[in-house]
């Protein structure tokens, strides 16, 4: 009997000690690559379809930019829903409920995919604003280890973004 709890115990701890990829299902697969074009002018929120919810996904390096202009490709529940470049957005639409949102670094960059995570609960009607943004500064005196993040935004920024942005346009390369 105690050899049993003794062996039960220790694979707990084994099962514990071992890292959980459930945190990044919220990501697509890894094979998938998008092409990314601008896709016209800037735009003002639309009201969602009856029963959804409409996210905003914005790519905001700032009026600078940054020096990388790398592809992000954003995750919804485990599903690659589009990709953008420096200062652009994409909307997708959603049912109502949780959703788990992933920010990636599409394949081909150099050095490292950093991944950012999220999470909301959708409501009927809604309309959700989320920003990445990626820091990489590659110099061969300082250099710094990229690094993306996604954070919600205020709706009032969020439309401001929208208004100053390009949509982006991502189909996946076959």
Not at 52 to 70: C, E, R, W
Not at 136 to 155: F, K, M, N, R, V
Request: charged content about 10%; overall charge negative; proline content about 9%.
């Amino acid at each position: 009997m105690k050899i049993a709890l003794v062996a039960m115990l220790f694979a707990a701890s084994a099962l514990a000690q071992t890292p959980s990829s459930a945190p990044l299902a919220a990501c697509g697969p890894d094979q998938v690559i998008f092409n990314v074009s601008p896709g016209g002018s800037q735009q003002t929120p639309a009201q969602p379809e009856p029963g959804k919810a409409t996210v905003y996904f914005i790519q905001d390096n700032g009026p600078m930019g940054n020096t990388l202009h790398s592809t992000l490709r954003i995750g919804l529940d485990g599903a690659w829903v589009g990709a953008y470049q420096q200062n652009s957005y994409l909307s997708v639409s959603v049912v109502p409920g949780e959703h788990h949102v992933c920010a990636n670094v599409q394949p081909g960059f150099s050095i490292e995919q950093p991944v950012a995570l999220a999470h909301f609960t959708a409501e009927p009607g809604g309309i959700y604003y989320f920003r990445t943004l990626f820091l990489a500064e590659i110099t061969t005196q300082y250099p710094t280890a990229p690094h993306l993040d996604i954070h919600p935004l205020d709706s009032d920024e969020g439309k401001y973004l929208i208004a100053s942005y390009p949509l982006s346009v991502a189909t996946a390369k076959k």
